[in-house]
Structures are given as C-alpha cells and as structure tokens.
C-alpha cells in the first residue's frame, strides 16, 4: 500500500498486528522461513475478514532461534533486540494514532519475548496491547479432528506445519525429503527446560508425522485459525483489553 | 550459612535455585511480600528434601509488578533490570562451579520474563537452565480435591494463597479483612492481554475466594507442591536437560 | 531453501549478503516496501550470477525512517535496534562457519547506520565485513545515459525508482497517482543536515520525475547494478578486505 | 503490611528508605547475608522511632561483590543491575506519591554504586535523594569507646560486625569458628586500589577482632546508629536536601 | 570562558559546535592529537569569524579509531560511547537553551557515527542538527590547486595534514621522520570495506606525501575552510535546516 | 607524541593515567574547563617526575555535572556515558599491553563514577586499576598551613582553586571578578545528599575566599600534589594493588 492508501484507511482501523516468526530449520522438507510465512498468512487473511478495522505491518523474519542454530542457515536475534524492534514498531504505529496492537507470534521461541514486548508497549508506550501465537486460537479438539499426529500444540515441521505449507507455501515444501518425526520421548519437564526437544532431534522434525499432511488439512487449519483471529480482531477493536 | 560451610558442600551440589517473587498488593488481608515468602519457603523446603543437591539463593522480592502500582506499596522492576538480577546471580553461581540453575518464580507477572532469563543463561553463560512457577507443579486435579475455589492456575489473594499463607506466614494474615473476590468476568481471550484481569479489580483479589482458606488446605498444598519440585531437583540434578 | 539445501551449498559460500530496506512513504504511487523490494531483488539476481559463491539473508526490512514519520504508515526503528538486528544476523552467520559479511542496503536513511554495524561486525565479531548501498554500484554517467532526471544519486520515488518498480513490483505501481517531484530547491548544505530534502516535500516524491519512468530504464538499471554486484561479489570473496 | 494499610499511612509517610546489602563471605562464623541482615534491622528500628514518618522497602539483599567471588556462595550484581534496581525502587515509590527516597547502605562495596544512583533518582525521576552507609551515622570516637578494634570504619567479620550479630542475628553465629583477623598491612593508598584489603584475606576477616565482639556491644552500637538515623529521618523528612 | 561571560553572550548565540577528534597513530611525524587539533583550531577560527553567533564546546578527543589500534598510543572509543558523549554534550546543550547544533568532526573514523549523532539529536533532544567533516568543506578544485598530492579527501598524516600541523602544531611536527606515504593501490571497492586503506599501511602515512607540506599551504587551507564554516554557521543560525 | 615515539617508551611505562574533569561553572572569576585543567596538570607534572614509568592519556574533559546546569556553559555526561568512556580508555590502553591503570579526577560530581569505573576496568578489563581524586593526595594539615579558608576538601572556584589557577591558568583568572564564596552555612548531612551545597550558590563560589588565593600558594600547593602523586605511581607501578 502506498502512505496516501493507508492515510486514507486509517481512521477506521482499530487495530494495528505485528507478525513475527522466525528463519530457522524447519526439517528438511520445509523452507526455513516458514513460520514467518504462515503467520503472515494468516494475519493477512484475519484482516481481510475483518477489513478495514485491522492493518498488518511487514513481519519480524528472524526470532529467537538460538536452540536451533547447529542447523544450517537459522538466524537468531538476541531477545533484546526481537523485543526492541517490535517495541519500534508499535511507538512508529502509535506516531499515526494508533492505540491498539496485537503481536500475532508465529514461532515457539518467541512465545515469552513477544509477552515480555506487548507488557512493555503497554507500560512505556502507553498503548492498549495484546500477544498471542497463532496456534493459540486453535482449539485442541478440533485441531485433534483433523489431524493424525497433534500434541497439545503444534510440533516443528509436523503434519500441522507441512499441512499449512501445502496451502500457504506449495512451491516451496520438498516433498521427496519428508520423513517421519524423530522418536524423542520427553519427559513432562520439558516446558521447563530452557533447551527443548528439538534441539535433540537429528532431522529437525518433531512432535507431528509430516507424511500425514494435506492441503486439505491445511485448509481447514487455516479456515479455522483466521477465523478466529477475525472474531478476536472485532472483540480487541471495538472492546481494547477489557476483561 | 557461612562460606566454609557452603564450601563444604558445594562438591555435592547440584542445582542452584534461583527463586523470584514481587513485592505487591495482596488484596486487604495478604502482606506485599506474599509471593516472595511463598516461594521461597517452597524453595527451602524442597532443598531440605533433597539435601545437599539443591541450594537456594536469597530471592529476587521484586519483581514485575508494573500491572499493580495503583495498589499503594507495591514495587515493580523494568524486565530488563529482573532479568539481569537473575543473570547476575546465575553469572555467580558459575563462578561458584555450578553449571545447573533453576528459576523458581512466585509472581504470575514474572513467568514470561523467566523464560527470557532462562534462556539467556543458557545461551550466554553456557549453564544448563530451566525455569517453572511453582504453581506448575501442581496437578490441577489434585488442587481441585482439596480447592473449593480454583481455575486453572493460581489466583490473587485467594483460596489458594491464603491457605498457604496460613502455614507460611500466619501472622501477617489480616482475618477480619478477608473478603471474597471480585466478581470480574474476563473473556478468554484474558491470556492475550496485557493487562490482567486484576488490574480491574477493586480489592485486589480474583480468581478464588480466600474465605474458604485453611491452613489444613495450605499444609496439603505446600506437600504436594515441594514434594514434586524435590522430584524434579533429582531429575534436573541427575539428568540435566535431557528430553 | 532447507537447512539441507543450505547445509549443502554452505562450503562453496563465500560472502553472505544482509539486505536492508525501509518501510516508509515512497510518494502516491509507489507502496512502503519499495526500498526493501529493490534491495532483496537486486541482491538475488546478483547472487544467482554468482553461484554458489553469495547467499542471501531475509531482508531487514524496517530501516532508520524517523524523518518519514509525519506519512502515514512509515516505520521506523531506533539506530541502535537496526545495527543490533544486523550484528544478530551477522552473528548467527558466523555460527555457520561464514566469515565475509556484506550489507547491501536500500535506504538513504540508513547509510551512516549500516556503515557502524559493518565496523562493529569487523571489530566485535571478527568478520570482514563490507557495506554498500546498491546505487552506490551504479556510475553517474551511465545512470545519466538512462534517466532524464537524475542528480548524484537517486532521489525518492522518483524517476530512477520507479523504473525499478515497473520491473520488480509492476502490479503494485499506481500509475495513475504518478506526480511529477516537488519543486524544492535545496542548498549545498542539505547533507550536512540531519533533516533531508524529503522532509520538507507534500507528495514524498523528490529529486527525479516519476512520469519519465520506463520497463525499460528499469531492466537496464538492474542489469547493471546487479552486473556490478556480481563482480563486486567475486572480488569481495576472493580476497575480502585487501586494498 | 496490605496494600490498604500502606494506603491509611502515606499521607503521612515522607521519606521512603531502600536498604542494600550484600551476599558474600562474613568470615568463618557470620552467615552471607550479614550485611543485609544488619542494614535492614537498623532501617527497620529508626523508622520505628520516627514512625509513621519513613518506611522500608524490602531490601536489595545481593550487592557488588565481585570482590569477594573466591569466597564460595558470594553473589554478586554487575554495578548496572544494582543502580537499576534501586532506580526501579525509586520510580515504583514516585508512583505512590513518594517524594523523597534515602538509600541505607550495608555493604562496602555498594558504596560509589549508591551515590551513582541516588543522583541519577535526582535527574531523572526529580525525586529529593539521599544516600549513606549506616556507619557514616557513627562517630569515630563513639566507635572507640565502645569496640576494642576499631579503624576509621567498619572492617569485615569483625568486632564491630560480629557484635551487631549477637543481637540481629544470634542464632547465626558459628561461636566455634570465630578466628582473629588476618594480618594484613595495607598501605594508605588501599582506599584507591579497585581491589580491596580483604581480597588478600584467607579467612575473609578483616580489621579487627570477633573475638572481642559481645552483645552489649552490639546493643550500645545499634542504639547509636539507628538513634542517628532518626534524627537524620526528622531532618531529611521536613527539610528535605536543604544545605 | 566564565559561566557568566557564557550566560551574556548566550542571547546572541545561534549555533552550537561540537568538535570531534581522534587520538591515534598520525604517521611517524605527527602526534597523536592531530586529528582533534585541526578542527578544534578550525572551529574556533570560523566561530570568532561569526562572532559571537556560534560557541564551540570542549572536543571530544578520542573518537572511533580501532582501525589503528596496532599503531601504538592509538585510544578508541566503542561507537556507542562516542555517540553518547555527543548525545549528552547537546542535551547539556539544549539546557542552556541553544536549539541549532552542528557536529564539526576532524577523524574519517568519526564519519558514519556523527550522522548517527546528529538524527537522534534531531529525533530524541528535538534540536535542529547537522554534521560535517571539516574537509568536506574545501572544494576539490581548490584543494588541488593547493596541494600537489590529494585524493578526493584528505589522507592521513599526508601532505593536507601537515600542512595543516605546520600552522596548528609547528612544534610538535617531527620533521626528521618525515617520510613518503606508503605505495598502497587500493581497489574503487575500498570505501565498502569496514577496514580501511590505512590499516594496511606500515608507516601510517597515507595518500598524499607529507614532504610536499609547506605552512603556506596549511595557511591557505586553514583559511578557506574556516572562511567556509563561517558562511555555514551564518547560513545555519539564520535559517538552520530549511533546504 | 608520535606512535612511534610511545612505542619507544611503552617496554618501560608501568603506569596509564587518564585524567577526568568537569566544563561547569567555576564562580565569576575561573573558566568552566578548570577542573580539566588542573589534573592535567598536576598529572602530566607527576609523570614527569617519575618519567618514563607514566603516560597519561588526554582527558575526560566533560564529566558529571548535572548540579551545575543552572550555571550557563556547564556540560554534563550521564554517569553511564562518563564510566564507559573511562572503560573504552582502558580498553585501549590494554591493547597496547598496558596492565596497570590509574583515574586521576579533578571534580567532585566524578567521585563516586571512578570506582565504579575502575572496579569495572579491574573485573571486566582484568586490568589492575585504581582511581583517586588528586586532592586525596594532599594531607589536610599541610594544606591548611598553606591556605587560610579550606574545609575537609577542596571547595569551588574557592581560595584553593583560585591558587592553583594562578599557576596552571594565570590568563584566564577574571581577577576583577573574584568575589567571596557565599555564606551557605551546611548542615553534616551535606554528603549524604544527591544535591550538593554549590547547587545552593549565587555566585558558583563555595568553601573557600579566592581572595585569599596567591601564586605563591598555588605553586606550593602543586609542588605537594605531584610530588605526592609521583610517589604513588611508583608504588603503584612497582607493587600493583597490594595491600
């Protein structure tokens, strides 16, 4: 969009989402900017649901990929510079009146900085804010309903990740390179460990059988997810962070 | 304990708690340093259980709190200055020869922030790192057996924590100020929020009615709690990160 | 690409490429990205001439705009967040065995910047290091050859840039929003001031008249600069830094 | 105290006082948290004299004691973290009204860092400041009265310290460990080395002798300093900064 | 000066000169302070040319010089320092009540962080601002006509710089050690490279032969370029940064 | 000196000087560079005298001042600003195989800034350091038999000053400005406060009649100072920081 489209759109919306993901190995069948991409994706068909009340900016591309950095090619921020550049971001949106902003997260990695950014943005900057990682407005039923191999969230180049790229990326999934995930048994303390499973993983792929995946389970992800994000875009608009 | 005496047993040492709280409004009838005093006691508790694998650290007592400052008393450090205390201690340790540290937090503001230092200690200092809120180790079936009143997690100045403070610091318990909570009704899109939802209560309770605390409760609780942290402690000293 | 592929390609990698851009106003016809598109596509194209010797990292694609603020949908990072993003990227490069770093920026305002973050890589990170802006590659002369409107070096929106468009982002061109540049008549001083020309402009065009852009002049641009690039490239990775 | 109770005594509140310690050796038979310990009892006591005039934030229990990292449990905070922290301290009471913050000091090392940050609350959170070590509130010939090993001030495990011990924290001294202070000659230039006296130290005691130490002792001593603390309250409360 | 001869000409007072220097290596005949001399004598001079519309600060002597830390005596500041001090030096600056400053810089490692300087003055004090090298001043033409040996710019500790010590520093200019600049051909790329010409140079001279420097030259150059500041500061005082 | 000079001398310097000043307000009648310009002084005389065991670097002309900003002219670093240009002192100086530092300071604002300094310099640097205010090397009872008005410590613009500068400044004492020092009665609380008494002043004048002063005092006066200090860098070069 051109300054004198968005100039023109501006005072009808609401809500202001920053994308962020990450560049990270995503198995070996998956690109590594995947994660930017579905969220992306998603956030861009959010809005279009719910146009003209929400406005996405470019996403955040590289996150906080430390514990994947023996993989070839993952970039990483340290977390006070991912947290600093949304922090830029949503004062540059506050420059052209914007009040609420949403960070729509599209890499576990990231999951506290992005809480630790949208608490700052609040106090500092004095803007109504809210975070959330995509996956987080899907429900675990139905997210059960659709796919063979699904935890309690998504895993790493899974059937959910490899199903989503059949839609939002087709070009780009290498489909004579996907294997199963690695049979890594972890323990329930896992979401205590600042290292997580898949660092332990040979092939980068876990927590969901990537031969499972298929556009149509992409589909009806997304479908799902969007339109959630749309009903919580409307809600956040018209009522900001009231409980 | 004095220098000779840890160097006595630093040689069987293996995991350093670190354990983080806040100084902030506990509703009418809780004392600022609630969650510290709870934490803590958790922590020393668990130790003793384990002895001598695990010590623990003076606590970080304040910590970000910045969602409650219009409640008098309450203090708040910017995130950047709670995690560098928690990196700073972490950086000492290992000068000390520890190289497993957890973070043992008590405040609910604090939790994303962990997770940040966590990994940062991981990353930077090269120690093996986890992080949890005490209250994870709580098994949400068995906290409603002995609860009347409890969600999913914890809330403020409620049953929960006012049956611990029976055990842990009953004389600062103010009885004949014990009120029930509020009645705020939060979407559940509350978790998204930067703003909490006691940051729209008037009492500075939610979430759980400390009316219906015991001690008896608080005694079961704190059982529970430390007994699975000493599980955890000999599995985290024993095995590290492994998944 | 995979951590596969890149895993692949890695030991015949000699210079790694960080491109940068802006987010910021590019007058009412040209859309926000545009800076951050001509750079990635350039760096691209001259990455593929020179195969397999140059990769190319995602874009920074939020550059140094504060002086495009007053135009609705401008993003702007602190200098401190955009030569820290850079040092990250520089830094997880690193940790893939890369040692030739090069900045190949998009935006006037970010040339002092880009110039601390190469010294910084070189300095801190013991990287060789390089930075350039693209048009830096293109001689004054030829670009004469091709433009009508053209003075050092390219203005905003203008002439030079949207010829670029019409071949790298020729659906996103409003040609019927196409004005001709503000009559500014800037003093010799104009870069010793920390407030550019542009600031100063009403439409966000300057230096170089938009409605002379051509396809055409378009394709023979490119065709130089990322001819340029290229040998530039092989000269960079084959002996770094010498004079 | 509950937030309400703090709330029913601002108004009468003037000076808010944050006490810093430290953690590190005390010799073989004082705990590491002496300092704390100490500062925080003596704080506590004058604003009990001068109640409801002053109130005691918890205090920074871990201090600057890179000095002392040979000594095993010693803990210390890079001198940034520590002016953070009681920055932090500082902006949280100005939330609450509070217009006037003194620093009590209990650790040697912390005493440039706390001039550094009472200056910094002076110019940057317009905040009235004030910073001291609480023997700078006792009189050298006082002091000498009363201890049989005594220099210009305080020196480390010693007389003076294990004294304050038997009435602050009795049930904590190691009777069966307490050795005299090492020989150590320090020349007159000791105040201008960054390593200190009791960095040469092998038992981590330094001028002057525990052996001499004695309740009564410490009585008369807390008497003194926290009496002088009361009246430096009174001043500072009404007068404020005034020469 | 006196604070009370500054507190009467401050009316008058248009623009304030910040001049930055270097300390480090300047061949084997010229001190280390050469750099941080010439434009502080060249400042001073164009400001009693304008007097009394400009006053000049106190250089900041030690600019970015890690590129010459293998030459003895060279001191360097990190980029973040030096931009801070210039940072503080116009918030000091802005206190006085001066709305227009310029940083007059006299060290080609200086060059890309007074840009940085000036915008975040103009961005975060809100002063008007600019920043110039001080050779940027003398016109190619002339500089040729002048000196026998000159590049575009100004080499180092070359026949331009000794002309200019034989008028600043008569008595600190080593003649017996003078020697020609080093035979280094530098590729076009060399302004890319993060390491510049000069690191590779043995003697520390470099472009242009310090033999060839007579005072008559330096006379000449020193009035030229001070000539052109003064039209500058008149320029800036009057109408600061308008095009 | 050249590069090639100090390369000569450093195999036998055991001792880098960096002095520290002020541009702030001295009275009616002393320069705002004073300060600067007696610990050069007094630095450059003492190194003379143990030449060729002590270089000294230029100065921190600008240090912490923010208590004088009422005065017109007075430049201030943040103390963040002031101690990292001390380390990035240091950190050169260590490049050129430096391993003992010494921070002479001539202005009282910089007091506390140094320790913290030097303690950075000796636990980050790993450098041996020390730091001292220069008139800490002049013995109270000698300096009161040489001056008429002087407290603990030097005052302001006063009776010591004023001496010193009729040696080390003589042509720029405004003679016919010299008034007395304000009659500003403190109480003993005085050091304790973030605000300092001179911030109280008129005239900038304090603890000290320059009337009073004479050359003949002020050469006295420096004879001790250096001598002491040429003293102290012999110990300090020999022995270190040994007690």
């Known amino acids: 969009m051109t300054w004198k489209e968005i100039k023109t759109i501006l005072p009808k919306v609401q809500v202001a989402i920053i994308p962020t993901g990450s560049t990270e190995q995503h198995g070996p069948h998956l690109p590594l900017q995947s994660d930017t991409a579905f969220c992306l994706y998603i956030c861009k068909k959010a809005s279009e649901i719910v ?5 996405v900016t470019p996403p955040i591309s590289v996150g906080i990929s430390t514990h994947h950095m023996k993989f070839s ?43 630790v950014a949208a608490r700052k943005i609040y106090d500092e900057l004095d803007l109504i804010s809210a975070s959330l990682s995509y996956w987080e407005l899907l429900d675990g039923g139905k997210a059960k309903e659709i796919l063979n191999t699904y935890p309690r969230f998504p895993g790493h180049a899974c059937e959910f990740e490899t199903s989503l790229s059949y839609v939002i990326q087709p070009e780009l999934v290498r489909k004579n390179q996907i294997t199963g995930s690695d049979e890594i048994v972890s323990s329930h303390y896992e979401p205590f460990f600042a290292k997580i499973e898949v660092e ?24 799902i997810i969007s339109g ?3 009903v919580f875009l409307r809600r956040f608009g018209e009522h900001g962070d009231e409980p």
Chains 1, 2, 3, 4, 5, 6 share one sequence.
Do not use: C, Q
């Open 73 to 115: 090619g993952s970039l990483s921020l340290k977390p006070e510079t991912f947290i600093a550049s949304i922090y830029d971001f949503a004062w540059s949106l506050k420059k052209h009146g914007l009040s609420k902003i949403v960070i729509v997260n599209g890499h576990g990695g990231n999951m506290a900085a992005i809480k």
């Open 51 to 55: 146009y003209p009340i929400a406005i």
């Open 200 to 223: 332990y993983s040979k092939s980068g792929v876990s927590r969901g059988d990537p031969r499972l995946a298929t556009p149509e389970k992409g589909r009806k992800l997304i479908d």
């Open 228 to 230: 959630e994000m749309a």
